[in-house]
């Protein structure tokens, strides 16, 4: 019933992976669009909603990198207007499953360093204050994606690290208490950001 309601738009990306986009982005832009004000203010928002979609984006496609280097096939990576996943067509093994879960970070920390590095060399104007954007946008992703709260990727790698340790039920069941008390100490950092 709701696949009707929100169409997704499919179409293969770079590694030859399928992306589909649900049309809850539109949903998503249309808040952004809402808070602006101006002209200018709308293409700044534009602007903003591009970086952070494809930031999320390039956070999956590290997911799908992941997958793909261990010989593991990926179905496809779906964008919405809450974020994204990387979905696989097969189970893996702890082992693997640490990689494609820290790659989707790691690729946000990459980009935060590499526009960090070039943005005080860039002149003074739209091109800097998109850097200087995009560094903001994948720190703050880096870092959210990294709190240990299921499902998000902390919380598994967290599990994952529980589970070199323990038998998989206890890490599951340590990962849920602590899950709720990182969150509710992450709700300030979320506001501020």
């Not at 309601?5 to 990306?13: C, L, M, W």
């Not at 534009?46 to 179905?75: D, K, N, T």
């Not at 082992?95 to 935060?112: C, K, Q, S, T």
Request: with cysteine; glycine share 8%; net charge neutral.
């Amino acid at each position: 019933m709701f696949s009707n309601f929100f169409p997704t738009y499919d179409f293969r990306g770079p590694l030859g992976v399928s992306v589909q986009i649900s049309s809850s982005t539109i949903i998503l832009l249309l808040v952004f669009l809402s808070i602006g004000g101006s002209q200018i203010s709308i293409l700044y928002d534009f602007v903003f909603f591009g970086l952070l979609m494809g930031s999320v984006y390039l956070h999956e496609l590290g997911h799908a990198w992941g997958c793909l280097i261990q010989g593991v096939p990926v179905r496809c990576i779906k964008l919405n207007g809450i974020g994204g996943a990387c979905e696989r067509n097969q189970s893996v093994t702890c082992y693997e499953h640490e990689l494609i879960v820290a790659m989707g970070p790691i690729v946000n920390l990459a980009i935060w360093a590499v526009a960090s590095l070039i943005a005080p060399y860039v002149p003074a104007g739209n091109i800097s204050w998109t850097l200087e954007i995009l560094a903001y946008v994948n720190l703050l992703l880096a870092l959210f994606n990294l709190v240990p709260v299921m499902p998000l990727d902390g919380g598994k790698l967290f599990q994952l690290l529980l589970v070199r340790f323990m038998a998989p039920q206890i890490a599951t069941r340590i990962c849920s208490r602590v899950g709720p008390v990182s969150a509710i100490i992450c709700i300030p950092l979320i506001l501020f950001a």
